[in-house]
Nanobody, 126 residues
């Protein structure tokens, strides 16, 4: 497992941008699929985006496609989520997650991820 720490959340107006970062510990970061999930009050944790260990594959939830971009820097053990054109419905706690990758599938199910960060709050005002 890896230890994950998110940062970069905050309050932003609709239409604005934020960049979330997730720093990982350990020397095997480059072997992990990384993902972002979010959870709004009273809702289940939902998939946002995922990226393969070598960055060759990325997937996005339909609700964020074209607005959010996931990326990673394996040399710095960090994954990012650039969020543009933010909407009030993007308001949630955003979580970084890691899955030890043995194949090419990018999972969207939270239970399949091994490690989680503590979350960072993103609030988008209208």
């Amino acid at each position: 497992q890896v230890q994950l720490v998110e940062s970069g959340g905050g309050l932003v107006q609709a239409g604005g941008s934020l960049r979330l970062s997730c720093a990982a510990s350990g020397r095997t970061f480059s072997r992990y699929t990384m993902a972002w999930f979010r959870q709004a009050p009273g809702e289940e944790r939902a998939f946002v985006a995922a990226i393969s260990p070598n960055t060759s594959s990325r997937e996005y939830a339909d609700s964020v496609k074209g607005r959010f971009t996931i990326s990673r820097d394996n040399a710095k053990n960090t994954v990012f989520l650039q969020m543009n054109s933010l909407k009030p419905e993007d308001t949630a706690v955003y979580y970084c997650a890691a899955e030890r990758s043995y194949g090419s599938t990018l999972y969207r199910t939270p239970v399949l991820y091994d490690s989680w960060g503590q979350g960072t709050q993103v609030t988008v005002s209208s």
